[in-house]
């Protein structure tokens, strides 16, 4: 069975991180972040990426999410204000997209600069993400756990049909 999941799109654009720039193996289990989020989902059979601290990071990440802050599962909002992408000015000036770019990690686009970020359960999530979940069958999220000390700075745990991941929410004031 193949998978239909795009996991290199989870991937980082950053070259400097060359290691999170393609989809890590690890223990039966195909990996992918760009830092701020990350999926995981089944790889039977496949090896280990030689160098998988990554991988078994995620693992951990994943994993802790899921197994503390899963409990009121709901679905992302689709009714949001969406992010207006244009070209990279910086690129843009360069004549084409600059891999290691500062300013677009070498995707080429940026955002608009609007007030990023959407108010979903007690935690703010960039725009940008839920986009990205978007691309996912059957997302569910636990948005519920307390913004707190003890939490603020904990992955967001979620499901898809074929998989789970985490994702980092902004900071809040
Ligand atoms: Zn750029």
């Not at 400097?16 to 999926?39: Q, S, V």
């Not at 070498?106 to 999530?125: F, K, Y």
Request: proline content about 10%; charged content about 20%.
């Amino acid at each position: 069975m193949t998978t239909t999941i795009p996991i290199d799109q989870f991937c980082s654009h950053d070259v400097t991180r060359p290691e999170l720039t393609a989809p890590i193996y690890y223990a039966g289990h195909a990996y992918a972040t760009d830092g701020h989020i990350a999926i995981a989902v089944p790889s039977p059979g496949r090896e280990d990426t030689p160098d998988n601290v990554y991988g078994q990071r995620m693992a951990k990440t994943i994993a802790e999410a899921h197994a503390e802050r899963f409990k009121n599962p709901t679905a992302p909002p689709t009714d949001f204000p969406r992010v207006v992408w244009q070209p990279c000015p910086d690129c843009t000036a360069k004549g084409k997209p600059s891999a290691g770019c500062d300013w677009c990690d070498g995707s080429g686009n940026e955002a608009t600069p609007v007030l990023r970020g959407v108010l979903c359960g007690n935690h703010r999530i960039d725009e940008y993400y839920i986009e990205m979940l978007e691309l996912l069958p059957k997302v569910m999220w636990d948005v519920s756990f307390p913004y707190t000390a003890q939490w603020k700075d904990q992955a967001i745990p979620f499901t898809f049909t074929g998989g789970r991941g985490a994702v980092m929410g902004m900071r809040q004031p």
